[in-house]
């Protein structure tokens, strides 16, 4: 283990910054402090092609040597983006109440997901981490709610959930049967 990565490693737990040493107050997980932070994005945001093009190419090398840390990497980074996400908007479904976290899934009370998730991602059917993370980008947009699994697909299919309309249990128990 070289000198860097120790230093690195004791400061992450003594909660400092992983550049300059300066204590966090309180608990954080954060690694630089705001002037780091600053001086860092700054550079990033300059690199010149070369530059990024190295960053890229590391990135990459990197991924190829370690698949099982970059998966394990990708589920955490995924998991906490849809945490942070449910933990906002409540996790309990507006509709039934259901709160098994396993169950629970976002909806657009408007009903345009799909339109919605095309203008965004180019597919109707993109979900998961890249959603979670606009949602987090864009600050909670206010036209989206938790919904469990079974209430977001009555929704859908039938325009409501037996919960909130009575009818929509009488029209599913009258459908004529498929050939």
Request: glycine content about 6%.
């Amino acid at each position: 283990m070289s000198k860097d990565t120790r230093r690195y490693r004791r400061r992450v737990e003594a909660g400092q910054c992983v550049r300059c040493g300066t204590p966090f107050i309180g608990e954080s997980i954060r690694r630089l402090c705001d002037t780091c932070r600053t001086v860092w994005s700054k550079w990033y945001k300059n690199r010149t092609p070369e530059q990024k093009a190295n960053t890229l190419k590391a990135s990459r090398k990197w991924r190829k040597k370690n698949p099982e840390k970059e998966r394990a990497y990708c589920r955490r980074s995924a998991k906490k983006s849809r945490l942070m996400v449910l933990a906002h908007y409540g996790p309990v479904c507006t509709c039934c109440g259901e709160t098994e976290m396993a169950f629970l899934t976002i909806d657009h009370i408007d009903g345009d997901g799909s339109a919605h998730r095309i203008r965004l991602f180019g597919s109707r059917t993109a979900a998961g981490k890249m959603f979670y993370d606009w949602i987090i980008r864009e600050g909670f947009p206010t036209n989206l709610q938790i919904l469990c699994w079974n209430c977001n697909c009555a929704k859908g299919y039938y325009g409501a959930c037996p919960h909130k309309d009575p009818t929509v249990s009488h029209r599913v128990a009258t459908m004529p049967e498929i050939p």
